[in-house]
């Protein structure tokens, strides 16, 4: 059975008349790492806040989300979200609050979700910090947000992510503010995951390169409809629409290629 099930989808904006997306359908396996791309305004971030429940209210969602066998409901999404459904956001500054310290909101999430006090917490925090290859990482737990640049909190969020081990991953743009070396680490710890829990993980990403690296399968957007979905090998090298050509043709220059990483991704027989 998929671990994610998602049928007929569709964010409709009431007040615009007319759908962010449609038709969005597809499902994944645990271990299994499904890609999104396509233009900015296609819909992908739509897709994914739909995904954990945190659509905005003037929006109407419709459509199922099924996971692990239970259709998500808001109360479903709100319970699982952190432990069982892990959410890295485009928006890292806006994920932390202001007033706290990194260290204190990272001990709490762990505290909240995995009852770790005290040093075991903070014990945690580091292990997390560290995966990251974030420097200092006492140092860097007494600090505040505004004192960190985007691409910190955008590692901050993803180990703290990774440390609660969820059974599924979405993240949106998770290396959009990060350099050439952050970016292979972070994709890394994405795959240690991936296979030491099996994790399910669905990545957004404008950069093709780190898409290459990772994703099993791979979904092209377009203007709120999925234009195709496909094993990434498959989409790679026969994409099927011109506007898929054409996203490749334009992403491929623009973004610099994680051979090493791409050479180890394994290739299993798959078709969707
Ligand atoms: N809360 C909202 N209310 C109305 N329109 C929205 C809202 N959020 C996103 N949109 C619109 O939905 C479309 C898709 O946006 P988004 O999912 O953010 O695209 P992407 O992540 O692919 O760049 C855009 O036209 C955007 O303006
Ligand atoms: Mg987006």
């Not at 998602?6 to 790492?33: E, G, M, W």
């Not at 560290?130 to 200092?136: F, G, I, Q, S, T």
Request: hydrophobic share 40%.
């Amino acid at each position: 059975m998929p671990f994610i099930d998602v049928k007929n989808l569709s964010v409709h904006d009431p007040i615009q008349q007319k759908n962010l997306v449609a038709n969005i359908t597809f499902s994944l396996y645990k271990q299994r790492c499904l890609a999104v791309i396509g233009e900015s305004g296609s819909g992908k971030s739509t897709v994914a806040k739909a995904l954990i429940g945190l659509t905005s209210p003037s929006l109407e969602v419709k459509g199922a989300i099924v996971f692990d066998g239970e259709k998500l409901t808001s109360q479903m999404a709100q319970q699982w979200r952190g432990k069982r459904i892990g959410y890295i956001s485009q928006d890292a500054m806006n994920a932390f609050n202001p007033i706290e310290t990194i260290g204190h909101q990272m001990m709490e999430t762990f505290q909240q979700h995995l009852g770790l006090r005290g040093k075991e917490g903070k014990a945690h925090a580091i292990t997390g910090l560290e995966r990251v290859h974030l420097k200092n990482p006492h140092q860097l737990m007494k600090r505040y947000p505004h004192e960190l640049s985007g691409g910190m909190l955008q590692r901050v969020m993803i180990a703290i992510t990774i440390m609660l081990s969820p059974d599924v991953i979405i993240a949106d743009e998770p290396t959009a503010s990060l350099d050439a070396y952050n970016r292979r680490e972070v994709i890394t710890q994405l795959q240690r995951l991936k296979e030491e829990t099996g994790a399910a993980l669905i990545i957004i990403s404008h950069d093709l390169g780190v898409v290459q690296a990772i994703a099993d399968e791979l979904v092209v957007m377009h203007q709120g409809e999925m234009l195709e979905h496909h094993i990434a090998e498959k989409i790679f090298t026969s994409p099927e629409h011109p506007q898929t050509k054409h996203l490749l043709e334009t992403r491929l220059r623009l973004s610099a290629p994680i051979e090493a990483l791409r050479k180890q991704k394994r290739v299993r027989a798959f078709s969707c």
